[in-house]
């Protein structure tokens, strides 16, 4: 089966005052129609840079796409004309943000802006288009949905702004919808209903799901497989259950074993000691290497490769050695 | 560790001066204006000249008679003379305003933006009004008023620019009382006037640096405005005073005119130059956290 | 829109404005100089009995307050007093010359900022390139330009080198009998030079506002929204960016009317434009104070009025100060 | 068609009546609009102009003056005796020129035609004072009822019987005035308007003139203007017309300040000073030489008197006598305006003075009113002035140096605080003596005074030309130039 | 066990920016007569969805924002009541730490100064005395002695945390108040902090008052839990209470929002409890419950009556029908 998003050996550069810098180096993902796959990692590790790369939406320059591939339905994305990339862009694969308060333009209502991402790919006049807005608003659960459309982004809140923003990007009724971080901005409480929309949307329309987070208990709610990035590269990639409880590299052990959530015996939290590195310092070897307790010289002068192991596929030389 | 590379300890005012010293504009600006202030300071050690003494027929073209390289004005007075005299009062005078603009303009906008409530109402009500007068006209006035000296161009100038800064200042503090350093500073039990002058006002040091400079560059061609219109201080040559006085016979001598004004575009030019430097030298979004 | 708000707005204005008749009153009345000594220098000189009668004529030897009261009483009257040196009527002395400076100012303005949006939104697309090099450049230097001396450039190069401008005055003298749209014609043919120096200084404000305004907004959340919808980006750029960046120019062009006016003080100096600019500074030179006072009251007014429109337009432009409906 | 005229000025009028207003740009206006009893030609001769005739009593105590009978007013109103009595007694009372109408008692009107003209004393300047710039015929069903003359609202909006009326006044801006089509003497005005249009910089006016924008350019005295106009194929540049102007550029001292009572001192700087370097360096040869108080081109000039020739050594000797071999400390002022005529000759005394030790400080007015508060406050200790002759001695040049005249705070009178009761007592006799040779005499030995007394240097006349189109015909150059009734130009074609 | 505070039904009030030309000017309750206490020794964990009042309870708990109204007895002294500089002298007991680790430190200060500068405004000891002490705190924080003479801006979050830790332990306080310290902070980071927080809890014997809106971090440090909604306190109780037997439907909710490891999608979970809509606004609360708009099991009564915090059951709560979730 071939996957409906299928992202092979990316590779993404930027250029900086430091040089040039790979913040995603030889990354591979899939999503299959209606899946849910679930990308973590710390801030930095390049799960936005993957999304954007995937809209096309990586700003040129200081960015440059250098090599791998991104395939929708078989179709390549990467050296696709940029009138492609906009037809596809919001019709084929749409996705959603993290800040909502700033992802909606200001100065138009939302009906409008949700009308303008329907007109962009369909053949529909301004009413009807209006007239979809309202009936998507009413879909994604905001209450009297005609009068919502002609509100400004300022006057709704938070989550409703959210919720607008999974409005137009499900218009077009999109194969594949990135969430990038989309509940970081907003209250548990509210968190929790976009979840659910975000399922209920995935059941009712089919779409496969790309979310983005930094937080496993999400990951644990939402996602059927899941990707560990650290430092531009998937380090380990496995069904949810599998990852949660049998992680492998230490960099996912360790991030299970630090969050102080909910839903676990009292445990003490497990540091992760240092920060993740800056592009510009990554050295040869494992990224996380100066972060690890298993780490050996070979850590620190070859890369590890995403390879399977006993469980899912891990990449890290301690595991392949069978030292953890 | 990785977490701390091995950075020098760099005091981001040590920070800008890097990022500012790899600004070629900025060094082009500081160039420019180095040669205009030595000059002005200097140039008569090397070019001795009177600027008020007529020595020469009217109106000689530039590059004629060796002796005037910039030839004569209107009464034949040498015009480089003028031009290395009359830069000091200029440029003094724009710095002196640019001072006063500043300090009004900072210790209101403070205050008002660190007590807020009634007080700020007050000093925001009388930055408004002033706004609302146009400042070359009311300086016009002022000036004529208290008769045109350097100073009162000065200090007419200052009275005229304040608000700007006034607001900036504000802006800034209420941006900077609102950030979490400062609670702490008061959770520390620091008295406001600490608050005010070791906490707030060096970190909106920045923008006001960048806005005194610009000031300057604007208290200048205020300066040669007035003077141009004849309300400078008479005994005194500047940039703006050559040009007004040679205005009338502009059809028949551009060089008298010309000269200075290129002057005070060099110089405002420079400084703005130095001002953006500055403003992208503090500007965080430009260097690395 | 809400008309409490424009109400209280134009009240406001109003106390501004009082407190402007107030200032300039008691700034001017504070002179040295002696006005009665003013209009008798003006008939050629004058003996002491003159002087005083001058004095009794003009109100000039009543106590201060009395001056100030009966000043602001004419004032909320509409009048504004009589000029000292004409034998006018102040409020007709501006009537003649508020138009051509308004007219001056408003094309000024419009023109630095149409030219100025447009360059600083080419600039935009591409920070690194070309046109933004020089849209910062010329900023730079238009910024840096004495407006004054622009003008005597430019009236050096039209005067002599190539004379298709004329470089004084508004209009003609010749036209006087002609029809109307000879006349318009011939001012808007006058207007050139001394808009163009006017504006060229604003001009460059504004492209470099406009550059920067506009690379702020295209590096946000919300133009990255657009592009993921597939907007071109010609629409990314002009329906999505420029009405957003479009507000501190609004701002920026609200504030700058004073400077504007007091921009127009100077041009209308050097091309001996008809206008409350020279009025003003002829006067100042009379000392003529009715007259300084009327200028300064219709300059402060003419802020205002600014002021009040780019409030409200703001409001208009930003649904986000609109309040929920 | 008469066609339009425009007279291009720099100087702004305050308003359009001459009777209540002196200087030239009420004058230019006023005298178009105004008629008045008699007019003058080139040589000085009175000619008939409201008045068809006139006489002066043996005695020089009364002057009968016969009115014309068609004259109207631009509203249709008659021109009467009343209205000249009205005009001169309200003449005498707010011009500035007091000594004008002073000797003027009452003015008797036999008849609707007459006015017979009663002094206190004869005066022979009366008669030029009957001229169109001095004395206008101002209606009195107008400017009689009973508001001030100075402030009448009609000043802004005047109606005589000029050959010109009132079509528009902007103030500051442009006068226009039309055709007189009942004016008095048939066949004038000939030309249909006169536009004047007032353009306060030289350079811009210089441009209307060169594009022919402006017809007409009188008063101009910058070198620039004169040098570069002259230059103009179409037009023609003259310095004919002034003659009774007498426009004086002189360095007035404030002989009561302490340095400046000591004679030597004033001898002094009078031969540090190079007239010659100022008209013809500074001036650029278009200023003529002044060395007295009545203006050269006068009859009544003496051209014997102490010229003051630079001589530096001289000067410093005088300087030493005075006690003031080691230099002194002065202040000039100088009277704002063009700059060429007062302020560059203060600053180029600046440099020239330091020849002779003094340090000259240039003290600028942003005003004319506070120079003129300095000066007339007697607050000073040089200033740079022009001050005019208007014609006769007794209007314009004794005002200057009567002791009588001394008047704190009033501008043009004897600022200089200078006082010699042998002048005044000269002035006095010349002022009510009917022979002319022997008024000469007078006035010869006033000037012989005044040379060596040097309350005043003299240094050039203000070189007032005219540019004018070559088309122009019967321009004026009379002695009161644009002052004057401009009804017979036309133009050529 | 004494009590360290006692806060008295405070209050805390901000006046909105007028509306119209002369309307009043609206007042927004951001704290409604709430009262809590905390023992020594004890961490008292305040959780809430943002804009319910936390930070505001804290900040005028200890008179960094003004109180309309209430009482706050530290160790039995009003601080409200306090004279200015006697309030200065009490600050050295109570300290905090922030949420923001970039704008919690001042960004022209070198760190050491940043640490020692509450030393140096109480005058505590010599100059030597207070490095010294600065030096020390370095070590018990985590931090290199190497690193003092640098700027904020050359260290990562997690170590800027660790200097406002250092800074607030200067003064040997007894009472340690933290906004949210950890939200801004990545997850692996975020252990570390909060291991640090609870290691200095036992060593220091300090006692904290921590706040925040994630319940895991709450439960991992906190001894007792209050719960915040629209400025009110809705439900208060010791740790395990709270999470095993919550009483009031907020915090019912607030716990089924909770992402958690146990709850997965391979096994079918679905949330059991929804809420909608969002918390109304603290301008013109309504006059009952605030949360009866969104609340499962709302009557008439919630509507119209404020409920009081009540001890029922396990735990003391602010509602008219507590009870565990209705299945
Ligand atoms: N325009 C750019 N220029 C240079 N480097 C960039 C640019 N955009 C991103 N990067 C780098 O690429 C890396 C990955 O960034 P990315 O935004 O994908 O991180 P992330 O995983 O989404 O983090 P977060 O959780 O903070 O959103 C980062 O190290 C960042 O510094
Ligand atoms: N200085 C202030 N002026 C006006 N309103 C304020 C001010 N500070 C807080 N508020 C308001 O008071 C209410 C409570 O704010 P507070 O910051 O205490 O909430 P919080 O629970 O800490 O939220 P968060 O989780 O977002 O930090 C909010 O509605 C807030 O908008
Ligand atoms: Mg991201
Ligand atoms: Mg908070």
């Known amino acids: 089966m071939t996957a409906l998003l299928d992202i092979t050996d990316l590779k993404v550069t930027f250029n900086t005052r430091y040089g040039q810098v790979t913040a995603l180096d030889g990354v591979s993902l899939h999503v299959n129609a209606g899946e849910t796959l679930g990308v973590v990692g710390e801030s930095g590790c390049g799960k936005s840079i993957t999304a954007l790369a995937t809209m096309g939406l990586i700003p040129m320059p200081p960015g440059r796409i250098a090599g791998g591939s991104i395939r929708l339905a078989g179709e390549e994305l990467v050296g696709a004309s940029p009138a492609r990339m906009r037809a596809m862009r919001g019709a084929d694969i749409a996705m959603i943000f993290q800040e909502p308060m700033t992802s909606l333009n200001p100065v138009f209502t939302v009906g409008d802006q949700i009308a303008e991402a329907i007109m962009l790919h369909q053949k529909v006049s301004a009413d009807r288009a209006f007239k979809d807005a309202v009936a998507l608003l009413d879909r994604v659960g905001i209450p009297s949905p005609a009068d919502r459309a002609r509100d400004y982004p300022h006057q709704l809140s938070g989550g409703m702004r959210q919720r607008v923003m999974i409005a137009m990007a499900v218009s077009c009724r999109p194969k594949v919808l990135i969430a990038d971080e989309p509940t970081t901005a907003l209250d548990v409480t509210v968190q929790a209903q976009i979840f659910d929309l975000l399922n209920e949307i995935q059941r009712d329309f089919g779409a496969a799901i790309v979310l983005i987070t930094h937080d496993m208990g999400a990951i644990s709610e939402m996602a059927d497989r899941v990707a560990v990035m650290y430092a531009g590269r998937i380090i380990e990639e496995a069904t949810a259950d599998d990852v949660l409880d049998f992680p492998q590299h230490p960099y996912a052990r360790g991030l299970i074993d630090c969050i102080p959530a909910l839903g676990r015996e009292e445990h003490a939290l497990k540091e992760i000691p240092g920060v993740v590195p800056p592009l510009h310092l990554l050295g040869a070897g494992c990224a996380f290497a100066e972060r690890c307790e298993h780490a050996n010289d070979r850590c620190r002068q070859e890369k590890p490769l995403l390879v399977n192991h006993d469980h899912h596929p891990a990449a890290c030389h301690a595991v392949e050695e069978g030292r953890i | ?289 | ?325 | ?493 | 066990m004494t009590k360290l505070l006692d806060v008295r039904d405070l209050t805390v009030r901000f006046a909105m920016p007028r509306k119209g030309l002369f309307g009043p000017r609206p007042l927004l309750e951001a704290v409604r007569s709430v009262s809590f206490t905390l023992e020594k020794g004890r961490a008292l964990g305040i959780v809430g969805e943002s804009g319910s009042g936390k930070t505001t309870t804290a900040m005028a708990a200890i008179r960094l924002t003004e109180a309309a109204s209430g009482q706050v007895l530290f160790e039995g002294e009003d601080l409200l009541a306090l004279p200015d500089e006697e309030m200065r002298a009490h600050r050295r007991n109570v300290q905090l730490i922030f949420q923001d680790p970039y704008s919690s430190l001042n960004p022209r200060a070198r760190v050491i100064d940043i640490v020692r500068e509450p030393m140096d405004l109480m005058e505590m000891g010599t100059m030597e005395e207070r490095n010294a002490r600065v030096r020390d705190l370095f070590k018990l924080v985590g931090l290199r002695p190497d690193q003092l003479n640098l700027f904020p801006h050359q260290f990562s979050g997690g170590q800027r945390q660790r200097i406002s830790i250092a800074r607030a332990l200067t003064t040997n306080p007894k009472l340690l108040v933290c906004d949210e310290p950890v939200s801004a902070l990545d997850v692996a980071i975020q252990a570390q902090i909060l291991n640090l927080l609870a290691r200095l809890k036992d060593e220091l014997g300090l006692s904290y008052l921590l706040i925040s809106h994630d319940l895991g971090v709450v439960r991992h440090v906190c001894d007792d839990v209050a719960v915040m909604y629209l400025g009110k306190i809705v439900e208060h109780a010791s740790r395990s209470a709270l999470f095993d037997s919550a009483q009031h439907p907020y915090t019912q909710a607030l716990l089924s929002a909770a992402p958690s490891l146990a709850r997965r999608k391979s096994k079918g979970y679905v949330r059991p409890l929804k809420i909608s809509g969002d918390p109304p606004s603290p301008i013109n609360p309504p006059p009952g419950c605030a949360f009866a708009d969104r609340c499962p099991r709302a009557q008439d009564i919630c509507r119209e009556v404020q409920p009081d915090l009540e001890d029922k059951g396990p735990t003391r709560v602010a509602c008219h029908f507590p009870g565990p979730i209705a299945a």
């Open chain 3, 1 to 325: 829109m809400n008309s409490s708000y424009i109400l209280r707005r134009v009240g406001y204005g109003l106390v501004l404005m009082l407190g402007v008749v107030v200032l300039n009153f008691l700034l001017i009345r504070l002179a040295p100089g002696d006005p009665a000594m003013v209009i008798a220098g003006e008939m050629g000189g004058a003996t002491e009995e003159m002087l005083e009668s001058i004095r009794e004529e003009y109100g000039l030897n009543k106590p201060l307050v009395v001056q100030l009261g009966i000043y602001v009483g004419n004032v909320l009257q509409g009048n504004l007093g009589e000029s000292f040196f004409f034998n006018q009527p102040v409020a007709s002395l501006i009537a003649q010359r508020i138009g051509p400076t308004i007219l001056l100012v408003i094309t000024a303005q419009i023109l630095s900022i149409l030219i100025g949006v447009f360059l600083g939104v080419i600039a935009a697309r591409k920070p690194n390139g070309v046109m933004s090099g020089f849209v910062s450049v010329f900023a730079t230097i238009g910024y840096a330009v004495p407006v004054f001396w622009t003008g005597i450039m430019l009236i050096i190069l039209f005067a002599s080198v190539f004379p298709i401008f004329p470089v004084e005055g508004m209009q003609s003298v010749r036209l006087r009998g002609a029809d109307v749209f000879t006349k318009t014609l011939d001012i808007a043919h006058h207007l050139i030079l001394p808009a163009f120096t006017l504006a060229i200084i604003y001009l460059a404000q504004y492209a470099r506002l406009s550059r920067a305004s506009m690379l702020e907004v295209l590096g946000s959340d919300y133009i990255r929204t657009a592009r993921a919808k597939g907007a071109a980006e010609k629409t990314v750029l002009f329906k999505h960016a420029l009405r957003n960046a479009a507000l501190p120019i609004l701002t920026v062009a609200g504030l700058q009317f004073g400077n504007l006016i007091s921009g127009a003080l100077l041009v209308e100096t050097v091309f001996n434009w008809p206008g409350m600019g020279r009025l003003a500074f002829d006067s100042i030179l009379r000392r003529d104070y009715p007259t300084i006072m009327g200028v300064l009251f219709f300059a402060s007014a003419m802020v205002v009025v600014a002021n009040i429109l780019t409030d409200i337009s703001y409001r208009w432009a930003d649904p986000r100060l609109r309040g929920k409906s």
């Open chain 4, 1 to 493: 068609e008469g066609g339009t005229l425009v007279i291009g000025s720099t100087q702004v009028p305050r308003h359009l009546n001459g009777a209540v207003q002196s200087g030239i740009a009420t004058a230019v206006p006023s005298t178009q609009i105004f008629a008045s009893p008699l007019r003058y030609d080139e040589n000085w001769e009175p000619q008939p102009y409201l008045a068809e005739s006139w006489e002066v009593s043996d005695d020089g105590l009364s002057v009968t003056l016969n009115l014309v009978q068609n004259a109207t007013f631009h509203d249709g109103e008659p021109v009467t005796s009343e209205d000249v009595a009205f005009s001169i007694m309200t003449t005498k009372e707010n011009h500035p020129f007091q000594s004008m109408f002073a000797p003027v008692e009452t003015i008797e009107t036999p008849d609707a035609h007459t006015a017979v003209i009663k002094l206190s004393q004869p005066h022979p300047a009366l008669l030029l004072a009957l001229s169109p710039a001095l004395a206008p015929v101002i209606p009195k069903h107008i400017f009689g009822d009973g508001q001030d003359v100075k402030s009448h609202p009609a000043n802004a909006a005047p109606v005589g019987s000029g050959p010109f009326m009132l079509d528009e006044f902007t103030a500051g801006e442009a006068i226009i005035l039309k055709k007189n089509p009942n004016f008095f003497i048939d066949g004038r005005p000939k030309l249909d308007e006169i536009i004047i249009r007032i353009v306060q910089d030289p350079s811009a006016l210089l441009i209307a003139m060169e594009n022919g924008e402006a017809d007409i350019y009188p008063f101009m005295a910058g070198s620039q203007e004169i040098k570069r106009l002259e230059k103009s194929d179409h037009l023609t540049i003259t310095d004919e017309g002034y003659a009774a102007v007498g426009p004086i550029n002189w360095l007035a001292f404030n002989t009561k300040s302490e340095k400046l009572s000591d004679v030597r001192v004033r001898q002094a700087i009078a031969y540090a000073t190079d007239r010659d370097f100022i008209t013809n360096a500074l001036h650029r040869g278009v200023s003529t030489q002044q060395r007295g108080p009545i203006i050269e081109s006068s009859p009544f000039f003496d051209d014997t008197i102490e010229a003051y020739d630079v001589d530096l050594d001289k000067a410093n000797a005088l300087m030493a006598e005075a006690g003031f071999a080691d230099g002194m400390e002065l202040t000039i002022d100088f009277i704002p305006g063009p700059r060429e005529q007062q302020q560059s000759v203060a600053e180029y005394l600046k440099s020239q003075l330091k020849k002779i030790g003094i340090d000259l400080t240039v003290r600028a007015a942003p005003d004319f009113p506070t120079w003129a508060g300095r000066v007339g406050g007697h607050d000073f200790e040089l200033t740079m002035d022009v001050v005019f002759n208007w014609g006769d001695p007794v209007i314009g040049v004794h005002r200057t140096y009567l002791c009588s005249n001394i008047r704190q705070g009033v501008i043009w009178s004897n600022t200089q605080s200078y006082c010699n009761e042998e002048v005044d007592e000269i002035l006095n006799a010349a002022a009510i003596e009917q022979d002319a040779d022997k008024r000469k005499e007078l006035y010869s030995r006033f000037q012989q005074i005044i040379a060596q007394d040097v309350p005043i240097y003299f240094v050039n006349a203000t070189p007032y030309h005219t540019a004018y189109d070559n088309r122009l015909m019967n321009p004026p150059k009379g002695i009161w130039g644009t002052m004057h009734p401009m009804d017979r130009l036309e133009w050529s074609e």
């Open chain 2, 1 to 289: 560790m990785t977490d701390t590379p091995d950075y020098k300890a760099e005091s981001p005012a040590r920070e800008a001066w890097r990022m500012f010293r790899r600004n070629v504009p900025a060094l082009v600006g500081v160039v420019i204006l180095s040669f205009i202030v030595l000059a002005t300071l200097y140039g008569t050690f090397f070019y001795a000249g009177d600027p008020y003494n007529v020595v020469w027929a009217p109106h000689e073209r530039p590059g004629v008679t060796p002796e005037f390289p910039l030839g004569t004005d209107y009464l034949g007075r040498d015009i480089l003379a003028g031009m290395l005299t009359g830069g000091g009062p200029t440029l003094a005078v724009g710095a002196a305003a640019a001072a006063i603009t500043m300090v009004i303009g900072i210790t209101l906008g403070s205050l008002a933006g660190f007590y807020g409530g009634w007080v700020d109402n007050l000093l925001m009500r009388i930055t408004e009004f002033f706004q609302v007068l146009p400042a070359l006209l009311f300086a016009m006035v002022l000036v004529t008023l208290f008769s045109p000296s350097l100073w009162t161009i000065a200090i007419a100038i200052g009275v005229v620019s304040w608000p700007q800064t006034a607001r900036l200042t504000r802006a800034e503090f209420l941006r900077i009382k609102e950030l979490e350093y400062v609670t702490a500073a008061r959770a520390i039990g620091a008295r406001n006037k600490r608050i005010i002058w070791k906490v707030i006002l060096p970190n909106a040091m920045p923008p006001l640096i960048v806005s005194a400079t610009l000031t300057i560059g604007i208290a200048i061609l205020f300066e040669a405005g007035l003077s141009f219109l004849g309300l400078g201080d008479p005994n005194v040559m500047s940039w703006g005073l050559m040009i007004g006085a040679n205005r009338d016979y502009i059809l028949d001598a551009w060089w008298p005119v010309t000269f200075p004004g290129l002057a005070i575009f060099f110089t405002v030019f420079a400084v703005s130059l130095i001002g953006d430097g500055l403003n992208d030298a503090f500007n965080p979004k430009l260097r690395e956290r």
